[in-house]
Nanobody
Framework: QVQLEESGGGLVQPGGSRLLSCTAS????????MAWYRQAPGKTRDLVAS???????NYADSVKGRFTISRDGAEKTLYLQMGSLSPEDTANYYC?????????WGQGTQVTVSS
């Protein structure tokens, strides 16, 4: 069973930055795809950014130019560098991994953007 553990959430001031991490229980290059999703209260869980095994990235329009997804195979970690944060970015952020058609989720880490 794949385990994904997010960290890095917290309270951030508008305009600030935050780095989220997702550590996997196995080699992240085993995964066909990894991604970050987010879900605000009363809303659906939406894709923020993804990266496939070949390194191709994809971003939601709302975060393009502000967020960067990256990974470190040696650390078995996926990252989401977030910048120019606004209250609209407030959500629970989830790490996602897909391997051989099976989907895995972390427990989520809350990011609150507020002054």
């Amino acid at each position: 069973q794949v385990q994904l553990e997010e960290s890095g959430g917290g309270l951030v001031q508008p305009g600030g930055s935050r780095l989220l991490s997702c550590t996997a229980s196995e080699n992240i290059f085993n995964f066909n795809e990894m991604a970050w999703y987010r879900q605000a209260p009363g809303k659906t869980r939406d894709l923020v950014a993804s990266i496939n095994v070949g390194g191709r990235t994809n971003y939601a329009d709302s975060v393009k130019g502000r967020f960067t997804i990256s990974r470190d195979g040696a650390e078995k970690t996926l990252y989401l560098q977030m910048g120019s944060l606004s209250p609209e970015d407030t959500a629970n952020y989830y790490c996602y991994a897909r391997i051989l058609g099976r989907n895995f989720w972390g427990q989520g880490t809350q990011v609150t953007v507020s002054s």
